[in-house]
C-alpha cells in the first residue's frame, strides 16, 4: 500500500516508516519539522507540509495515489498540554479534522490513529483493558479521545476504517540501532536518565515519592518502538476487512520511575544523582495495559517483553549518537 505518514519525522513515526518499507509498502512521509527530524527519514519520499493545509494534503494524497494514513503528528508534553490547552486543541484535534476531511474528499478510508493510554485518566483497575472507562485527566488525553470520537462519529458513515491504537509508554530504539529518540525538548524518563548516565545532565528528577505503589513512585507500562510499530502494520492489513478497532499496546508488565532509574544504571554501568521531587501535574499512579486484545485480534507479538532489553537499545542509540540526529 502507498501510505501517507504524517509525522513520519518523529521517534515513533520514522521507526514506522522504515518497518513499512521492510514489509513492501510504499510509505510517503508528511512531516512540518516542528519536532521532527528530517534525517530521520531514511527510506521514504519526504514532503515538508503541515496538516493545517488542507489544500497541500488534497494534493499530496492525490498526486502520490495514497491508499491509507497513519497519523503520529501530534502534540504529546502532558504537562505542556496543561499550561497550553488551545494549542492542544488547534494541533491534535482540529489538524486531525482537516486531515480526516482531506481523506474524504479524496476517497481514502483508511486511517491508523496514533491514541494514548491517556485517554483512561487514573483507571479504576489495572492492567487496563479497552472497555474501561475513559476519563482523561488532562487536555492532552483529552485531544485524543476526542480524535477517537470524531473517527468513531465517521466510521458511521461508511466513509471511514479506522485504528485508535492506544499506546502505553514507547521506548528503545529500532532494531539496526538508526532511530532512536530526539526530542527537542526531551521530558521522557528513559532518555532523560540516559542523559544523566552520559553525563550531559548533572541528574535525574523522581517526579513524586508519594503515589501509593510499592516504592511510592509511578508505575508505567514499557513498550519497545518495534513492537508499537509491528501492531500498526499487522492493523493496517486486518482495515481491509473491518472498519472500527481500538487496541491498547502495551506489555502488561509495570515498572516504577525507581526501577527504571535502577535499570538504566545497571545497563550503562554509570551512576549519577537521582532527586526527589514533588508530582508533576497530570499523572497518574499507575498504568499499565492488558494487551490481550491486540495479541488476539491482530496475532501481535512482543519481541521486547523486558524492560532491560528495551533500555539496551536505547542506551546503544544514545551512547553512539550523543547528539541526537544534530550530527
Ligand atoms: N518522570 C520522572 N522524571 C523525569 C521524567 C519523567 O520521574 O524526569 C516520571 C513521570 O512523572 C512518569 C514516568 O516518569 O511518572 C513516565 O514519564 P514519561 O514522561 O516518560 O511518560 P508518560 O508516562 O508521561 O507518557
Not at 494524497?61 to 504537562?79: C, G, N, P, R
Not at 496514533?114 to 488532562?138: F, H, L, R
Not at 544523566?196 to 523522581?206: Q, R
Not at 533500555?311 to 542509540?317: G, N, V, Y
Request: proline share 4%; with cysteine.
Amino acid at each position: 500500500m502507498k501510505v501517507l505518514v504524517c509525522g513520519g519525522a518523529g521517534y515513533i513515526g520514522s521507526n514506522m516508516t522504515a518497518m513499512l518499507r521492510e514489509a513492501g509498502h510504499e510509505p510517503v512521509v508528511y512531516d512540518n519539522l516542528s519536532s521532527g527530524h528530517q534525517k530521520a527519514v531514511k527510506t521514504a519520499d519526504f514532503v515538508k507540509g503541515d496538516l493545517a493545509d488542507f489544500d497541500m494534503l488534497v494534493k499530496i494524497l492525490t498526486y502520490k495515489q495514497i491508499d491509507a494514513v497513519m497519523h503520529f503528528a501530534a502534540f504529546i508534553e502532558v504537562s505542556e498540554s496543561v499550561e497550553n490547552p488551545l494549542e492542544f486543541y488547534r494541533n491534535n484535534v482540529c489538524n486531525t479534522h482537516t486531515l480526516l476531511a482531506a481523506m474524504e474528499k479524496c476517497n481514502i478510508d483508511k486511517f491508523v490513529f496514533s491514541s494514548s493510554a491517556a485517554v483512561y485518566g487514573t483507571p479504576e483497575k489495572t492492567p487496563i483493558t479497552e472497555d474501561a472507562a475513559t476519563n482523561p485527566i488532562n487536555p492532552y488525553g483529552q485531544t485524543k479521545l476526542a480524535v477517537e470520537r470524531m473517527c468513531h462519529c465517521q466510521s458511521q458513515t461508511g466513509r471511514l476504517k479506522y485504528a485508535a491504537l492506544r499506546y502505553f509508554n514507547a521506548a528503545g530504539a529500532g532494531a539496526d540501532g538508526s532511530l532512536g529518540e530526539d526530542h527537542k525538548l526531551e521530558s521522557h524518563l528513559i532518555p532523560l536518565a540516559i542523559e544523566a548516565a552520559l553525563g550531559k545532565k548533572d541528574e535525574i528528577k523522581i517526579f513524586g515519592v508519594d503515589y501509593p505503589t510499592d516504592d511510592g513512585t509511578c508505575i508505567r507500562d514499557y513498550i519497545h518502538i518495534e513492537d508499537l510499530c509491528s501492531a500498526h502494520l499487522l492493523a493496517l492489513e486486518k482495515l481491509n476487512y473491518e472498519n472500527e478497532l481500538i487496541y491498547n499496546l502495551g506489555n502488561g508488565k509495570g515498572y516504577s520511575v525507581q526501577q527504571v532509574i535502577e535499570t538504566v544504571k545497571k545497563v550503562s554501568g554509570k551512576n549519577f544523582r537521582v532527586v526527589n521531587d514533588l508530582r508533576r501535574a497530570g499523572d497518574p499512579p499507575i498504568l499499565t495495559a492488558d494487551a490481550t486484545k491486540a495479541i488476539e485480534g491482530l496475532g501481535w507479538e512482543v519481541k521486547y517483553p523486558e524492560l532491560e532489553a528495551i533500555i539496551e537499545t536505547a542506551w546503544k542509540w544514545h551512547s553512539e549518537n550523543p547528539n541526537g540526529y544534530a550530527d
